[in-house]
């Protein structure tokens, strides 16, 4: 399995265009002290080569440290200081459940709201509406089953004076639940945006106005605004992805990334997070917001809240969001049991060295605290047992990369006598340790949360909960079928392109093939090629798959030729192998053409399967 693992990691490294990227572990010694760990975060931003960095460290009662380092703008030497407005994309989200949190306080609004019923005005697609109708804690808790947005969605630029409802309208088919609502998370852009609007519904005034009223006023979050205005232009730090600086992208539904704030702001509302609420909202409001309750299983620590995602960092459960856009990062994380949270922004795309910078903090913070102690609750049972066996997710967030998920994201759960085994089969294959707590939910012997649940689905019955993960069991041949056909299919690839230009150097040579040999061979050389431009459109668009991915470019036609050609080409790889006569032909030679073409023809059709022959990814 190692062997086999190998040139698997590499296809899928490939697809994901990723291989240019080090995730590069930083050397320096965890920070005791707040002046090491400043020192430490100053000469990480210096090696990284980030533009600037904002950072704050908060506690309950005040705001431990802010420091701003770096450049807002490259071009004209701008320092960044605590004026300088920056982007912070998803974190946005939370204010739309605060906002909807307070409206649910003065009894304008229940998240057992049907959405239908609040705002019909609005297209989506349920085809379980009878049974599992969504609602607004569907909205907040990414359980709609809906995809996220499209492509097309991603690369529209925005009119800024253009209505929620209007944007809303632009791309309905995104919101089409793809399992009953309330069954399965999977993060969605739209959910927020619909949020917004119900919010805009109710209060009879635009969801910006309503937000600046009821958080940014009340905080005192002068320095924070939705819109591209004087002030942005003036302040705003420049993003920048590759070092080269990007313009600013109107989203095309601002209450879900649009805001831009300074640090002192966003520490602001990250000392309002840490105080329960006060003075916005009810110690019961903001613990419903940390709460992951939607879902047909019990309630499990690390899953979706309402826009508020908690993360296990150093094996302490910290509640935030993070954003990205357009060249821009933040990261806001609270640990309510530890008094501490802290707020990074920066104009750099570079998500490993923002990484760095909070395993820094993270450490700084919980180096005095204890860690939970995890036990059994109760002795294995049964249904533990059970659980055994591979898995594959169910639940991705891009439908088109589902084909992609269901190769690669596997799982394997092995049940003991005294815990459960969890590891993935590629990737993050150290297994983690889990100890029952119920009959059906597992708590981590790392930190003594519940992170993982079995549960029944609608659709696909047995299932298991992990964090944002919904997985369902499969065989071991189904499992290792795929990956050594995908191993082959990268084979094939290769031994192509390897035999072409021996067939140059041999044709220099004065050597020849038969026709019979030439025609047998011509055709599985043609898919082998179009697989390669496939995967090498991919790579070159993913640098930027919103711009080039999402529009009609020369990377989504070439993508679109590239399945459709792989499709004809192999089709007739196929069909001249098994019409072709062996006689004439060495049995290596023949055998070798056969194999070839059977393997593309297990790819086209597993590619045809899940959509992506003829894909029209800008649509």
Request: proline share 4%; with cysteine.
């Amino acid at each position: 399995m190692k062997l086999l693992s190998i040139p698997i990691i590499i296809y899928c490294l490939l697809l994901l265009a990723i291989s240019n990227i080090v995730n590069a572990n930083s050397k320096l010694p965890k920070a005791q002290t707040l002046t090491q760990l400043n020192n430490n975060i100053s000469k990480i931003m210096e090696k990284s080569k980030l533009p600037s960095l904002a950072y704050a460290l908060v506690k309950k009662e005040s705001i431990e440290e802010i420091k701003v380092l770096g450049f807002a703008d490259l071009d004209s030497q701008k320092r960044a200081d605590k004026d300088t407005l920056y982007r912070i994309g998803s974190v946005s989200k939370m204010f739309t459940s605060i906002a909807i949190l307070k409206l649910i306080e003065q009894g304008r609004l229940h998240l057992d709201d049907e959405i239908k019923t609040l705002v019909p005005e609005v297209k989506y697609f349920n085809p379980w509406h009878e049974t599992h109708p969504i609602r607004v804690v569907h909205l907040l808790e990414h359980t709609t089953g809906w995809d996220e947005i499209a492509l097309t969605e991603y690369a529209k630029q925005n009119n800024p004076e253009q209505t929620l409802i209007e944007s809303l309208n632009y791309y309905p088919e995104s919101r089409t639940s793809r399992w009953p609502a309330g069954t399965r998370s999977a993060y969605s852009n739209s959910g927020g945006a619909v949020a917004a609007y119900i919010i805009e519904k109710i209060t009879e005034q635009n969801f910006e106005s309503y937000i600046h009223e009821t958080i940014f006023n009340p905080l005192k979050m002068q320095n924070s605004t939705y819109l591209y205005n004087e002030q942005v232009k003036q302040f705003g730090a420049t993003s920048y992805m590759h070092q080269k600086a990007q313009a600013y992208k109107h989203l095309i539904y601002r209450p879900v990334g649009a805001i831009n704030s300074t640090i002192e702001d966003m520490a602001k509302f990250t000392k309002m997070l840490l105080n329960n609420g006060k003075p916005i909202l009810s110690p019961e409001s903001i613990k419903r917001m940390q709460s992951s309750k939607s879902t047909n299983i019990h309630e499990i620590a690390n899953a979706y809240g309402l826009n508020n995602i908690p993360i296990l960092l150093n094996n302490f459960l910290y509640h935030g969001h993070d954003g990205a856009v357009n060249g821009s990062l933040a990261d806001l994380r609270y640990l309510p049991s530890g008094n501490a949270g802290f707020v990074i922004l920066t104009n750099s795309g570079n998500p490993s060295k923002l990484k760095q910078i909070r395993e820094q903090i993270i450490h700084f913070q919980t180096q005095e605290l204890n860690k939970p102690e995890a036990f059994s609750e109760i002795n294995p049972n049964e249904i533990s047992k059970q659980l055994s066996g591979y898995y594959y997710t169910v639940n991705p967030r891009f439908e088109l990369a589902h084909f992609f998920n269901r190769l690669i994201a596997v799982y394997k759960v092995t049940a003991t006598e005294q815990e459960l085994l969890f590891s993935g089969l590629i990737f993050n294959s150290k297994p983690k340790k889990f100890l029952p707590a119920s009959e059906t939910s597992f708590k981590s012997i790392d930190n003594g949360l519940v992170t993982l649940a079995a549960g029944n689905d609608p659709i696909d019955g047995q299932v298991i909960h992990y964090g944002d993960k919904v997985l369902k069991q499969t065989s071991a041949f189904a499992v290792y079928s795929q990956l050594i056909i995908a191993l082959f299919w990268l084979i094939s690839i290769i031994s192509f392109i390897v035999i072409l230009l021996i067939s140059g150097i041999n044709k220099i040579r004065g050597k020849k093939l038969s026709e019979v040999h030439k025609k047998l061979r011509t055709y599985p050389l043609l898919a082998s090629f179009s697989a390669l431009v496939m995967i090498t459109v991919l790579i070159l668009g993913m640098k930027n798959p919103v711009l080039n991915l999402g529009n009609i470019t020369i990377f989504s036609i070439a993508l679109m030729l590239a399945t459709i050609c792989y499709a004809i080409f192999t089709l007739l790889a196929v069909f001249t192998a098994f019409k072709t006569d062996p006689v004439s032909l060495n049995k290596a030679v023949y055998g070798y053409h056969v194999i070839c073409s059977t393997v593309h023809f297990v790819a086209f059709s597993y590619l045809l399967y899940f959509g992506i022959i003829g894909i029209r990814v800008w649509a």
